[in-house]
Structure formats: C-alpha cells, structure tokens
C-alpha cells in the first residue's frame, strides 16, 4: 500500500466518523450547487478536445502561460468524479447492460473527455489524466461471470470478450488514451466470475491487469437488517477469503449491497472491525445511487462511507446518461485536470471547499 494512501485512510478516519450519520439527496445537492456556482452565461460551447487540439500540452516553466492555460481549459479539480455501479452485460435493464449499450457508454465517455482512472488514484486524489480532461472510475458487483470469465486458449487463459471486462480491454485497446482501471466486488464464493479456471486463476489475470477488488459482502446481505454482530460476519468474510487466495493483500473499499449500510449506531462495523482473526479496515464505502455530489476526495463535502456512485444505466432520472447530460449542460461543475496529477488547481470560487487532506498532500494552486 502507497504511504499516500495511507495517509488518507488516517485523515478519513475523522471524516468517516461524521459521515457515517448523514445521508443527502444528492441529485438536488448537484443541482443546488449547480445554481449557485454556475453562471448562466457559462456554456460549453467549445468541447473539450477541441480545446486540447488547438493548446499542446504546455508544462510549469512559464507561470503565466500556465496561468492562462488554466482558464483556457477551465481547469476545476474540485469539481465532480464520477463512480459508475455496473453489473453484468445481460440484457436485463437497469442493473445490467448489453455489449451494444456498455460500448456506447464508453464511446460517450471517450469522445466526451472522460478518462479511466484507478481506483487509488480516486482515493488518493492523485489524478494522472491529461489536461482538460474529466476523471471517471468504474465499478462491477456481484462477481458474475458476465463481468468476468476466463476463456481457455491454446497459449492459456485468456478473458472472455463478452464479459465486461473483455469488452473493457478491447475497448481500451483501440483508445489508448482512454486510460485503464476499474474496480469489482464480489462475494467469498468460490463462483465469482465464472468457472474456467480456479478462483485464484481469474482473480490473478484481473491483478495482472491492473484491476482492483473490494468487498460486496459474503452472500449479498442488506446490512442494513443485520445485528451488528452478523454484520462483521458478512463483511470479515469476504476480506479472509481475499486472504487466504493473497495472505499479504487487505481491501480498501466496500460496496454495501442494495446501498444499504447497517443501523447508524454500529455502522462503521461495515467498513472496520475483526472477523475469525482477520482484520479489514475500508477507507470508502460506495451507496447504490447518488447518495451525495460526486466531489473529489479533496473536497470539503466528500463523504468516505457514503460515497455516492451513478448506476450505469439510461432512461431514469439520476441514472449514468442522466448525468451525461446533466454534466454537458453544466461543464464548471465536473472535474477538469490540469495535467498535473501533484497540483491542485481551483478556481478561486471554489477556494474554500479545499479539505485539510489536500493542502497536506498537494500544492493548491487557485486561479
Ligand atoms: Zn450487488
């Protein structure tokens, strides 16, 4: 584990603690932010890779270039992240998606200035995406095996190009520049992903590709009507199945099913605690839904332990195409890099939603 991850899950602690008691619509929080920060007047009426082609990249040895740049790009790394919640590529709306609509979410994502990232890098806030661009993680639950399998090859396993990730890799493949990353939770099951392979066959291809793991509990239990005794049961489980498959490897993130986190008077026992000797300790824990603004780690607003995701869907209110939208028609409100991934660059309106995380791990730069 990186120290600066480290360092985070010491500075959540605190935050998680407060978090932990508030749950805030976040779609009318998004909105309300909306209106008070966006100027009418303030429409994208340039894309973001125009802006990209027509400024090369220009690094920190002028200020005043840079300076200029910044409002060029109309850089904002406090503005919005966005977690998306996928399943399996079924078709089978809204939860899930067909091979068709999962590539055209990530056609949009791509030709719309969205780039993959970790999710450490979400974590951390240490964003590495070109300028101008707009950091997205993706997330899959429930271990299914259209979310992942392993296919047999002659030369050994390979991922099967129907499943999620398959679609994924190919995808990433033909955009180079799209980035890589996403993270999946699943139960302690020896099915997670299918049955070619060994359990730890699957899950070592996806390491060996850059993706992350997290808890999704042990049978998908609603924590939220468990004792708090069960709780550490259906939560400690899937962290010594993670261990017993990489005795060195403890998760960082969990996502409660159906969104539902246990009775407020035992709820960090989903995210710390001790299970038959196993420890597990989780700087984030993800809803099912906007459960809050998608603000950065570094914002004043993010909550670990209730940190909202977007459901990888269209045609609902609140859902991924939803928000597609909702950030096109309000680009100040998303996350723009300056190219940077140590800075952190603000425009001085946003000034005052910098947490004390970010001005001990980054240089804040407002313009
Ligand atoms: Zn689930």
Known sequence: MSKKLLTLILSLGLIALFASCKVEPAMTEAITEASSAESTSEVQTTSVKESIEETTATTTVDEKKVTTDYKEYKVNEQGHIMVVMYHGIIDNPPYHRTKEQFNKDLQYMYDNGYRLITLEDYLSGHIDVEAGMTPIHLTFDDGL???????????????????????????????????????????????????????????????????????????????????????????????????????????????????????????????????????????????????????????????????????????????????????????????ISDGNPDTLVVPSKRASTVNDYAKENFKVIEY
């Open 145 to 335: 095996d259209t979310t992942f399998a392993l296919k047999e090859t002659a030369d050994g396993f390979d991922v099967d190009e129907n499943t999620a990730i398959g679609i994924l890799e190919d995808f990433c493949k033909e955009h180079p520049d799209f980035g890589r990353g996403a993270s999946l939770y699943f139960h302690d099951q020896k099915t997670n992903f299918g049955k070619v392979g060994t359990d730890k066959e699957r899950f070592d291809w996806l390491l060996e590709h850059g993706y992350e793991f997290g808890n999704h509990t042990a049978s998908h239990d609603n924590l939220g009507k468990l004792s708090k005794e069960n709780v550490v049961k259906a939560v400690g489980r899937v962290e010594k199945y993670v261990n017993s498959l990489y005795p060195d490897m403890h998760l960082t993130a969990i996502t409660y099913p159906f969104g539902a986190r246990p009775d407020s008077s035992y709820r960090t026992a989903a995210v710390k605690g001790e299970y038959e000797g196993v420890k597990y300790n989780y700087v984030i824990g993800f809803r099912e839904g906007p459960s809050g603004p998608f603000v950065p780690v570094t914002h004043e607003k993010f909550q670990a332990l209730n940190a909202p995701r977007v459901r990888g869907s269209e045609g609902a209110n609140g859902d991924l195409w939803w928000y597609f939208d909702y950030y096109d028609k309000n680009p100040s409100l998303k996350y």
